[in-house]
């Protein structure tokens, strides 16, 4: 009798391990992402959302943060393996020699726009009224950030003129402008939308969510969202970061339409900052470094 329960129990076992041996395989890898409430960041979401990591053997944990710089921190610290966020952060920190590379992009378009609050429509005209008034990005030192300094040095404007504060992505940024406790702000959809649904005149200064208007601002492709992070872990779990390009391509249909990096576009990136950031344009940024494609070139082949 106990030998035919031990019998069932390792049969039971030896079925249960069959079935769950995918489940067994699989890695842990932690996704930090830079506000899950936009929809620049939607592929990684519904990458999470409809298995498609589980199916590519990754177990992965998406952890959100209120913008790019944070969920950047994360991973330099080492509380996260993987940034999901926007590929100008690795062009920035190769000029201060920290490497992190992209492995798949998946928007087409930055998204930004610079949006004036309702409250303060009458006074700010163009982005040259933005001196000495307070300007939402998600985060101070994220790419929204960037995005700002860069639009005001274009027009002219001082960014030490404009004071910097940090109200997030979704919710907290539709009330920041609705109430008007900012002048104006780096905004993303869907936050922009739902703004511009309860106001019919909402003022956009600068938009990127299109080609033509990403054209006019950088004059040329800019890319935005991307998986990224250390360079010695993707030399370290090249079969992880394989798994995830796999899972983040099978969702992309709507946004990048590759999910390889332009160099044109990463150069885009570099001349940006060049223009905003002293401490870029007198780097010698290697930006070969700062992203590799052949981690799409292999799941696209694979497909």
Known sequence: MIQKLIRH???AIAALTLTTGVALAQTK??????????????????????GEFDKAGVEAELVDFKGGSQ????VLGGSADVVSGYFDHCVNLAAKKQFLQAFVV?????GFALVV??????????IKDLADLKVGVSAPGSSTDFFLKYMLRKNGVDPASVGVVGIG???SAVAAMEQGTVEAAIMLDPAITLLQGKNKDLRI?????TQKDTLEVFGGEYPGGALYTKLDWIEKNPKTVQALTVAITNTLPMFSETGKMDPKGAQAVLDVFSQSSPEVAAAKVDLSKTFTNKFVDAARGAN
């Not at 996704?31 to 960041?41: Q, R």
Request: proline share 6%.
């Open 9 to 11: 129990a390792v049969s």
């Open 29 to 50: 890898v932690t996704i930090a992402v830079g506000g899950s409430a936009c929809l620049c960041y939607l592929p990684t979401v519904l990458a999470k959302q409809l």
């Open 71 to 74: 969920s950047l921190t994360a």
């Open 106 to 110: 998946y928007d087409r378009y930055p």
């Open 117 to 126: 609050s309702p409250k303060h429509a009458d006074k700010i005209k163009s």
């Open 169 to 171: 992505l979704g919710a």
């Open 205 to 209: 200064l600068a938009d990127t969510r």
